[in-house]
């Protein structure tokens, strides 16, 4: 077995740590009882919160002990953005998804082996404080000139930063101060932009205990041109499947830049280092066989959303395009295509011809574009080539009732869904 943080390292999971080697004889020494916080800013993970569970899910078959930390103390706070201000969300919505990522989170470690993970919420002990305690016991270790120098303090002064957000790391060092005292956890990880919360609460506990205790984080998810990885044109890439549904999460990955699709799989893939660098080979000489992005796909959307699921996203994708079969796919798969390809609500009473369709969908530029696609034998409905410009769409023409899919030659696609009334049912 290769060294556990040189095997981090090498799939590009380690940004920054406190001291290298101490960190390292740390591990060697084991088993360790370490922690990471997820705080409910909305009711689902997204996809730069997979990151932290791929490090967990490392330590733990390493035969090290996972707490993972939800946040209904300071998931009512917010870690201070450098943008402005989070919004205070309302108690009990903040309640509410603190259940909700407890759930997310249980999904992807093993809560009951030789090691079981655990799951705390800060809430537990954070509520028992008041004002006057928290800030003798606590705030008193904290200089306001190191606070200040914090990066993201520091770029919200000229803007303005509340005094709420500006003690938020107070109430992280606590998170560690006091899981080192219930759990013995020496160890704290997360993402880049955590590194000050970090290592001010690993200097709390030295000033309150002498007890040395060490931190690790990660890169932050972005893309070639250094931008945030993990956004779509119609918003975040979540892990909850009434959020992003599988095909579209499939979908995600498979648009992986050349550049960093290694860099991907080897955070979210167990593929081995010899397969990981075969595919390497691979998008260096044949790049337009996408194989790294293929297996990226597969495996991430194996991991979050099961291997039925990934089937079933794949037969899709393929369908989509004419090579497979559009009968075979299930209603959530349907309306999940409906929504990636952004299909048009048909309204009025008469269904429209194929090529009013075609144009309605964006698949061309006009009727008459859609009726030259029709004479030329580039006009698809369902995959199968429209012969005849007057041809109607029908009822039966909408997949599981929700998807008329149009195309046009072997790679402009759209969709027509029909219009729904209030209550519900198709016209």
Request: charged fraction near 25%; aromatic fraction near 8%; charge should be negative.
């Given at each position: 077995?290769?060294?556990?943080?040189?095997?981090l390292?090498?799939?590009g999971?380690?940004?920054?740590?406190?001291?290298?080697?101490?960190?390292?004889?740390?591990?060697?020494q084991?088993?360790?009882t370490?922690?990471?916080?997820?705080?409910?800013?909305?009711?689902?993970?997204?996809?730069?919160?997979?990151?932290?569970?791929?490090?967990?899910?490392a330590l733990?078959?390493?035969?090290?002990?996972?707490?993972l930390?939800?946040?209904?103390?300071?998931?009512?706070?917010?870690?201070p953005?450098?943008t402005?201000?989070?919004?205070?969300?309302?108690?009990?919505?903040?309640?509410?998804?603190?259940?909700?990522?407890?759930?997310?989170?249980?999904?992807?470690v093993?809560?009951?082996?030789?090691?079981?993970a655990r799951?705390?919420?800060?809430?537990?002990w954070?509520?028992?404080?008041?004002?006057?305690?928290?800030?003798?016991d606590?705030g008193?270790?904290?200089?306001?000139?190191r606070?200040?120098a914090?990066d993201?303090?520091?770029?919200?002064?000229d803007?303005?930063?509340s005094?709420?957000?500006?003690?938020?790391?107070?109430?992280?060092?606590?998170d560690?101060?006091?899981l080192?005292k219930?759990?013995g956890?020496?160890?704290?990880?997360?993402?880049?932009?955590q590194?000050?919360?970090?290592?001010?609460?690993?200097?709390?506990?030295?000033?309150?205990?002498g007890?040395?205790?060490?931190g690790?984080?990660t890169?932050?998810?972005?893309?070639?041109d250094?931008?945030k990885?993990g956004?779509?044109?119609?918003?975040?890439?979540?892990?909850?499947?009434?959020?992003?549904?599988?095909y579209?999460?499939?979908?995600?990955?498979l648009?992986?830049?050349?550049?960093?699709?290694?860099?991907?799989?080897?955070?979210?893939?167990?593929?081995?280092?010899?397969e990981?660098?075969?595919?390497?080979?691979?998008?260096?000489?044949?790049?337009?066989?996408?194989?790294?992005?293929?297996?990226?796909?597969?495996?991430?959307?194996?991991?979050?959303?099961?291997?039925d699921?990934?089937?079933?996203a794949?037969?899709?994708g393929?369908?989509?395009f004419?090579?497979?079969?559009?009968?075979?796919?299930?209603?959530?798969?349907?309306?999940a295509?409906?929504?990636?390809?952004?299909?048009?609500?048909i309204?009025g009473?008469?269904?429209?011809?194929?090529?009013?369709?075609?144009?309605?969908?964006?698949?061309?530029?006009?009727?008459?574009?859609?009726?030259?696609?029709?004479?030329?034998?580039?006009a698809?409905?369902?995959?199968?080539?429209?012969?005849?410009?007057?041809?109607r769409?029908?009822?039966?023409?909408f997949?599981?009732?929700?998807?008329?899919?149009?195309r046009?030659?072997?790679?402009?696609?759209?969709g027509?869904t029909?219009?729904?009334s209030?209550?519900?049912?198709?016209?």
């Amino acid at each position: 077995m290769t060294d556990l943080l040189e095997e981090l390292e090498w799939r590009g999971m380690v940004a920054a740590s406190t001291d290298r080697e101490a960190l390292a004889a740390h591990l060697a020494q084991g088993p360790v009882t370490f922690y990471v916080g997820f705080d409910p800013t909305a009711a689902s993970l997204h996809i730069g919160h997979l990151v932290q569970l791929m490090l967990v899910r490392a330590l733990q078959e390493r035969g090290h002990h996972p707490l993972l930390l939800v946040g209904g103390a300071t998931g009512l706070i917010g870690d201070p953005k450098m943008t402005g201000e989070r919004k205070m969300n309302d108690e009990r919505v903040v309640a509410g998804w603190v259940e909700s990522i407890k759930e997310q989170v249980g999904r992807y470690v093993d809560l009951d082996g030789p090691n079981p993970a655990r799951i705390v919420n800060n809430y537990d002990w954070t509520s028992r404080y008041n004002a006057v305690e928290f800030l003798r016991d606590v705030g008193k270790y904290f200089s306001v000139n190191r606070m200040l120098a914090r990066d993201v303090v520091a770029r919200r002064l000229d803007s303005g930063i509340s005094y709420t957000e500006f003690s938020y790391v107070l109430l992280q060092s606590l998170d560690y101060a006091e899981l080192h005292k219930q759990y013995g956890c020496t160890l704290q990880t997360g993402a880049q932009d955590q590194w000050g919360n970090i290592t001010a609460g690993a200097e709390f506990i030295r000033r309150t205990s002498g007890d040395v205790v060490h931190g690790l984080v990660t890169p932050l998810l972005t893309k070639a041109d250094g931008t945030k990885y993990g956004k779509t044109e119609s918003g975040t890439v979540w892990v909850d499947p009434d959020l992003t549904s599988a095909y579209a999460f499939h979908q995600f990955f498979l648009n992986a830049e050349d550049s960093k699709v290694i860099d991907y799989l080897k955070i979210f893939s167990p593929r081995s280092h010899e397969e990981i660098d075969e595919l390497d080979r691979q998008t260096r000489e044949e790049p337009w066989r996408r194989a790294a992005q293929h297996a990226l796909a597969d495996d991430i959307t194996d991991l979050v959303h099961g291997s039925d699921q990934r089937r079933a996203a794949v037969e899709a994708g393929k369908a989509l395009f004419g090579r497979g079969e559009l009968a075979d796919l299930d209603v959530t798969t349907v309306g999940a295509v409906a929504n990636e390809i952004g299909a048009i609500s048909i309204e009025g009473a008469e269904m429209p011809t194929v090529p009013e369709a075609m144009a309605m969908a964006g698949v061309v530029e006009s009727k008459s574009a859609g009726r030259r696609a029709v004479a030329e034998g580039g006009a698809y409905l369902n995959n199968i080539k429209v012969t005849d410009a007057e041809r109607r769409l029908e009822p039966a023409d909408f997949l599981q009732g929700r998807l008329a899919l149009l195309r046009r030659g072997k790679k402009t696609v759209g969709g027509l869904t029909p219009l729904r009334s209030a209550s519900g049912p198709a016209r």
